[in-house]
């Protein structure tokens, strides 16, 4: 079967310049690439007027830890976005490898649901969506998960024996095929783990040139030092640096800034990147809005705080720093409560009729916690400063959900701009640049005899979109085929 893409103007990924040509598919790879391509095809697509580019590849998905991955494994959310390609298991949580009780770091991020996969091996996960799925998945082993299952939950230092099991889950995880290590110090019962520990998983990571996802301890405040302690990490060893879902915050504007100089400054050094959406929205799972000293407490005493009157009054007075930020509803475990994903909080709080603090603390009843909150932190002019570093990779990130209409790549490929940030530079950190980061062979490019995972983009609207090869959108209209595999590094 061959499908040639007639006179779009072409952006190949690698950030040159574009030009217009044709380009040819066959089978699940591109064939030709030039002007005028004088040959027979199954099928013509015209392009004229409109943009080719690799199909886009989301470094950082949570598809997995809000069961998108599962609720729609066609990936139709994804599709009609230009993402082709889906890479989850950050933020220390993985479906992967797992023993009979470790979902607690799952629990975190507020869906532990069905539809839900559950495997003890990572090769099982890949058989379970090798053929089913519609956009292409890798996945990362999650430190929290791996270690959870160890202790069964309990925060506490691993013995020797115990790091040792640790090790060789994430070793033979990354034989398996995952595409790297997450560690999540911002989640509450990671935060204490010691540096030998973080040191070991560092050199695994390196020891199989695989990528280490690292989210910082901090986002809000101590921003400086939770940089800091990473890259001190990554001084030990040359391990490949992936810093995961730095959204500037606007109240922080000085200490994101010196992150982004400090990046600048090591990255001879270091072998770092970061991801951001470029739209200044970040997410929050609702625990994380807590006081820090509520953190060390178990889920169940957490929500059972809220029944206190001094422990109530003394989380009303701190929700009000969150008063004046805008905020929508980005995921809900309960099925019951899936109406409010993706609306305005404001709404929420009009439907309860009580204040912004009060209904921030019915949410939390009502959802156990299990819901995620996505903030709209920073100044549009900021993030998108942040997104044209060149160490910047641009993510959908923990802040998409199912129920929003638009997506991170989108947004950016909109953004018109005085020629400080190019289209072709915008579209190769959606796609080249995170292929290559991530060591996906043959992803992530247009070029003969690379994958085809393709699109074509008219007036900011994903067209047509092929995923290696087959036509997964036509006209704007998802066919239903699953055509996607499992990527692994090469």
């Known amino acids: 079967m061959t499908t040639l893409i007639q006179g779009g103007m072409v952006y190949d990924g690698t950030g040159g310049t574009p030009y ?63 993402i082709t390609s889906l890479v989850v298991g950050h933020g220390g ?64 230092d691993l013995t020797e024996r115990e790091l040792e099991l640790l090790s060789y889950t994430l070793r033979h995880a990354l034989k398996e095929g995952a595409l790297g290590i997450s560690v999540n110090l911002e989640y509450p019962r990671t935060t204490q783990v010691p540096r030998k520990e973080l040191m070991r998983v560092a050199h695994i990571a390196e020891e199989f040139h695989a990528v280490l996802s690292l989210r910082l301890r901090s986002r809000t405040d101590h921003v400086k030092e939770s940089l800091a302690e990473v890259l001190a990490l990554s ?6 640096l992936l810093l995961t879902d730095v959204e500037p915050h606007s109240t922080e504007e000085a200490a994101y800034r010196a992150l982004m100089n400090q990046v600048t400054r090591a990255s001879a050094d270091h072998h770092v990147h970061f991801t951001t959406s470029g739209s200044g929205v970040a997410a929050f799972p609702l625990p994380l809005l807590l006081p820090s000293h509520w953190h060390e407490k178990e889920w169940d005493t957490m929500r059972a705080r809220l029944t206190d009157r001094a422990m109530r009054e003394e989380l009303r007075s701190h929700l009000v720093r969150y ?83 638009s997506s991170a790549h989108l947004k950016l490929l909109a953004f018109k701009d005085g020629g400080t940030f190019p289209l072709e530079q915008r579209i190769a950190k959606m796609t080249g640049a995170p292929a290559k980061k991530l060591g996906l062979s043959r992803r992530g490019i247009l070029k003969e005899g690379y994958y085809a995972d393709v699109l074509v983009i008219e007036k900011g609207t994903v067209r047509e979109t092929f995923v290696n090869g087959v036509r997964a959108i036509a006209a704007g209209a998802p066919t239903g085929e699953r055509s996607g595999t499992i990527l692994t590094r090469a």
Not at 100 to 117: D, F, H, K, Y
Not at 369 to 377: K, Q
């Open 323 to 405: 008063r004046d930020i805008p905020m929508y509803v980005a995921a809900v475990a309960d099925p019951s409560l899936k109406l409010f994903e993706g609306t305005p909080f404001a709404k929420w709080s009009l439907h309860e009729h009580v204040p912004f603090e009060e209904a921030l603390m019915r949410l939390m009843e009502v959802t156990g916690f299990r819901a995620v909150l996505a903030m709209n932190v920073g100044e549009p002019e900021l993030a998108r400063v942040f997104a044209a570093h060149d160490r910047a990779l641009i993510a959908s990130g923990e802040a998409a959900a199912p129920a929003l209409e």
């Open 20 to 82: 217009e040509a044709d380009v040819l598919l066959h089978g699940k790879t591109i064939t030709r690439i030039g002007r005028r391509l004088s040959v027979r095809a199954n099928h013509i697509i015209e392009a004229r007027g409109g943009l080719v580019t690799p199909g886009f590849v989301d470094i950082a998905s949570y598809a997995d830890h809000y069961r998108a991955l599962f609720a729609d494994p066609a990936g139709t959310e994804s599709l009609i976005r230009g």
């Open 93 to 156: 949580a993985s479906i992967a490898p797992l023993f009979a009780w470790s979902i607690l770091p799952e629990r975190w991020w507020g869906n532990t649901i069905s539809p839900a996969a559950h495997a003890a091996m990572v090769s099982e996960v890949f058989s379970l969506l090798q053929g089913r799925i519609g956009v292409n998945v890798g996945t990362l082993v999650g430190h929290a998960t791996v270690r959870e299952g160890i202790t069964h939950g309990t925060p506490r």
């Open 235 to 240: 001084d030990a060893t040359e391990v490949n």
